[in-house]
């Protein structure tokens, strides 16, 4: 279950992202970077989390912040 899990938010992580970017891929192509995404934005949260703490929850907080600003202003225009 684990793995059907991984594939189907690798796709959906995938799919924003190549969207996000403007970038043309295939289905299967989309599939995998999304996964190899979430397994290293995994890791990276897994390990600012272990590292900081709180601190990491304010770091992940502000780059969520700017990535809702950068949607924005790409809506925007």
């Given at each position: 279950?684990p793995?059907?899990?991984?594939l189907?938010?690798?796709?959906?992580a995938?799919?924003?992202?190549?969207?996000?970017?403007?970038?043309?891929?295939?289905?299967?192509?989309?599939?995998?970077?999304?996964?190899?995404?979430?397994?290293?934005?995994?890791?990276?949260?897994?390990?600012?989390?272990?590292?900081?703490?709180?601190?990491?929850?304010?770091?992940?907080?502000?780059?969520?912040?700017?990535?809702?600003?950068?949607?924005?202003?790409?809506?925007?225009?």
């Amino acid at each position: 279950m684990p793995i059907l899990f991984l594939l189907i938010i690798g796709a959906a992580a995938g799919f924003l992202a190549t969207r996000f970017m403007r970038v043309e891929m295939s289905m299967l192509a989309t599939i995998m970077v999304g996964v190899a995404g979430a397994l290293i934005g995994g890791m990276v949260i897994r390990l600012l989390l272990a590292a900081t703490g709180a601190v990491a929850g304010l770091v992940g907080a502000v780059l969520g912040a700017m990535v809702v600003i950068w949607v924005v202003q790409r809506l925007r225009s």
